[in-house]
């Protein structure tokens, strides 16, 4: 059963997408247009489950389903979409998960989405603080309840990408 860990920002997370970054370049080659580090570990002094959120935009997100035998063979199993239509999602490491690669191919929405929630968080150091906050209790009110953990957020969750479409 995989517990729900929330730890206070580390640095080498940023060294961790690097090198993952790194390998997703090599595998996808000229397919790939640019890598984004996203999800709490890329918000810098916040707290977050220590799982590395890569986000890379690919020309052709079709081509990534020929690559999957290539992903698995560096740690990651496919999860197809995982219920977003257009994205292919992979995971590392199991139950101790490490990564998430959410796949999009270049001009989906979902992409400006993810930047604008990370880079407001990154802009307004207070609301990534209450948002840590929130997440290491409810990690610790749930510890192996992943759905109570994540319904617990969506009210925050909500009105963080509310303010980053600027629509307060």
Same mark, same amino acid.
């Given at each position: 059963?995989?517990?729900?860990?929330?730890?206070?920002?580390?640095? *080498?997370?940023?060294? !961790?997408? !690097?090198?993952?970054?790194? $390998?997703?370049?090599?595998?996808?080659?000229?397919?790939?247009? *640019?890598?984004?580090?996203?999800?709490?570990?890329?918000?810098?002094?916040?707290?977050?489950?220590?799982?590395?959120?890569? %986000?890379?935009?690919? /020309?052709?997100?079709?081509?990534?389903?020929?690559?999957?035998?290539? %992903?698995?063979?560096?740690? =990651?199993?496919? /999860?197809?979409?995982?219920?977003?239509?257009?994205?292919?999602?992979?995971?590392?490491?199991?139950?101790?998960?490490?990564? +998430?690669? +959410?796949? =999009?191919? $270049?001009?989906?929405?979902?992409?400006?989405? +993810?930047?604008?929630?990370?880079?407001?968080? /990154? *802009?307004?150091? !207070?609301?990534? $603080?209450?948002?840590?906050?929130?997440?290491?209790?409810?990690?610790?009110?749930?510890?192996?309840?992943? $759905?109570?953990?994540?319904?617990?957020? *969506?009210?925050?969750?909500?009105?963080?990408?509310?303010?980053? /479409?600027?629509?307060?």
């Amino acid at each position: 059963m995989r517990k729900v860990t929330v730890t206070d920002y580390q640095p *080498e997370w940023r060294q !961790q997408f !690097q090198l993952a970054a790194k $390998e997703l370049r090599e595998l996808f080659g000229a397919e790939c247009i *640019e890598i984004h580090h996203i999800g709490s570990t890329s918000i810098e002094g916040m707290a977050a489950k220590p799982v590395i959120d890569l %986000m890379p935009v690919v /020309r052709e997100i079709e081509v990534v389903d020929g690559l999957i035998g290539d %992903m698995e063979k560096l740690g =990651y199993e496919s /999860r197809g979409e995982n219920g977003l239509p257009g994205r292919r999602y992979f995971q590392r490491g199991g139950d101790e998960r490490t990564h +998430h690669v +959410h796949i =999009y191919a $270049e001009g989906n929405p979902e992409i400006d989405r +993810h930047l604008a929630f990370r880079n407001y968080l /990154r *802009e307004n150091p !207070q609301e990534a $603080e209450e948002y840590g906050i929130l997440k290491k209790k409810l990690a610790h009110d749930f510890p192996y309840d992943i $759905e109570q953990y994540i319904a617990g957020k *969506e009210e925050l969750v909500a009105r963080i990408e509310k303010n980053a /479409r600027g629509e307060t």
